[in-house]
């Protein structure tokens, strides 16, 4: 007697196949694995790679003149931050000047240039009879005091103390200025002896500032903490 199982037919094994060169899968995987190698390369070369732009040979004070013989090109790794800089490849525009200060060998922004149009300052010569501080160099920031006095040289009394009696009363002309050259007692932009500073006052408070220099009294110059702007 034949069995059911007898009478079924015996399974073939599949076999499997090896993909040949124009199976779309193994096409998709090899356009993958160079895509991955050619940006992994490209990464690589990108973040390697030096570009020069122009940094500043020297400080640069508010109105000082930018051009080629102020600066000097430097090769820098700027990345995806490199539209904010002068590019050493390219001219300079004409007629820049610094709009703040830009210290020795900073990159030059192009944030921190700009037309003569643009300042809001005006430069003014205060000669410092007494002695000045270190921290007062060219690119630092000061503040601007006036002491009055009287034709005989004695501090004016402009106002009264807890007593009663006159008091002296120094006022502050600017804050935070910045000192564009210091001119040496000896120096060639010197008159009458002392120091000369040439300090960048801004137009809203150059009034006073000139109010007091024509005065009876004393100027005297205080560095800000931090020193340089």
């Known amino acids: 007697m034949t069995s059911t199982t007898d009478r079924l037919p015996t399974p073939t094994v599949a076999r499997l196949r090896r993909p040949g060169w124009r199976d779309p899968r193994l096409i998709l995987g090899l356009v ?3 895509a991955s190698v050619a940006l992994g390369s490209w990464a690589v070369s990108s973040a390697g790679r030096t570009v020069a732009v122009y ?73 410092v009879a007494g002695g000045l501080s270190d921290r007062v160099t060219d690119g630092a920031l000061v503040d601007v005091w006036f002491v009055p006095t009287s034709d005989g040289g004695t501090v004016v009394r402009t106002g009264k103390d ?22 040496a007692a000896d120096g060639p932009l010197v008159s009458g002896g ?14 006073g500032v000139l109010a007091a220099l024509a005065a009876d009294g004393e100027i005297a110059v205080v560095p800000v903490a931090g020193g340089a702007a």
């Open 162 to 183: 807890a007593k009663g009696g006159a008091s002296a009363d120094p006022r502050e002309l600017a804050t935070q200025v910045v000192v564009a050259q210091v001119s």
């Open 194 to 207: 002392g120091t000369t500073l040439h300090v960048l006052v801004p137009t809203d408070v150059l009034p």
């Open 32 to 34: 993958l694995v160079a």
């Open 55 to 127: 940094a500043a040979s020297g400080p640069l004070t508010p109105g000082e003149t930018v051009d080629a013989s102020s600066l000097r090109t430097v090769e820098v790794r700027l990345g995806s931050g490199g539209g904010k800089y002068f590019l050493a490849s390219r001219p300079l525009p004409d007629g820049l000047v610094a709009l703040r200060v830009v210290g020795d060998g900073e990159l030059v922004a192009r944030s921190a240039v700009g037309t003569a149009a643009e300042l809001d300052t005006r430069a003014v010569a205060i000669q």
